[in-house]
């Protein structure tokens, strides 16, 4: 929005920059190479948040899928050490998706 006021000022116009409490006068093409400059440097820093926040989220999903593996293989040997309590007490397995309350193990 600036550059584009300052690019269509033409020369004999007065341009002011704020130093502090004072104003101070300033040549057209000093004024247009502040905020290009300004620009540049603020497009910079905008791209490197971007890949910072790109990053941290590659990350975030690295984590979740070895969450989910990890997860995965937990409820596999849950359900295999479950068989094989079952097996050492000598009870027949439960079939698949029901699993069998402990015994001896009752609300208080």
Do not use: C
């Not at 101070?24 to 004024?31: C, L, N, P, R």
């Not at 948040?49 to 070895?66: H, P």
């Not at 027949?92 to 699993?99: E, I, M, S, T, W």
């Amino acid at each position: 929005m600036v550059k584009v006021e300052v690019d269509g000022i033409k020369d004999g116009y007065n341009i002011y920059r704020v130093s502090g409490p004072a104003l101070i006068k300033q040549e057209t093409v000093d004024a247009q190479l502040t905020i290009d400059s300004r620009l540049k440097y603020l497009t910079g820093e905008r791209e490197r948040v971007e890949k910072d926040i790109e990053a941290v989220q590659n990350d975030t999903l690295k984590a979740r899928a070895a969450i989910e593996e990890i997860l995965k293989q937990y409820g596999q040997l849950q359900a295999e050490a479950q068989k094989l309590a079952q097996q050492a007490q000598g009870q027949a397995p439960a079939p698949a998706g029901k699993q069998q309350a402990p015994k001896g193990k009752g609300k208080k």
